[in-house]
């Protein structure tokens, strides 16, 4: 069965960096297009990211575009999310996902921007 599994996640000062992965299995994952959705805390999630089955097109949340990039490997099954210029409420949980809704998601990787 379909199985996503995140990583890449820690603690980082604001203003730094950390890259994402998403380890898909079980599925053909170049035929499908890919999310990225966090929870912060107390909250419900959030769409953060998307990206075509292809590659050749990627959406961002205004929350984020300009600082987050998208990406995936078809050959390795791996999704990305490259994220710079951290901030305190970037803080959550991360999920890889098949849609917004985060359906299919993985346990996620926790991202902390803090000082």
């Known amino acids: 069965q379909e199985k996503l599994v995140e990583s890449g996640g820690g603690l980082v000062e604001p203003g730094g960096s950390l890259r994402l992965s998403c380890a898909a299995s079980g599925f053909t994952f170049s035929g499908y297009w890919m999310y990225w959705v966090r929870q912060a805390p107390g909250k419900g999630l959030e769409w953060v990211s998307y990206i075509n089955s292809g590659g050749g097109s990627t959406h961002y949340a205004d929350s984020v575009k300009g600082r987050f990039t998208i990406s995936r490997d078809n050959v390795k099954n791996t999704l990305y999310l490259q994220m710079n210029n951290l901030k305190p409420e970037d803080t959550g949980l991360y999920y890889c996902?098949?849609?917004?809704?985060?359906?299919?998601r993985g346990q996620g990787t926790q991202v902390t921007v803090s000082s």
């Open positions: 996902a098949f849609d917004s809704g985060g359906s299919g």
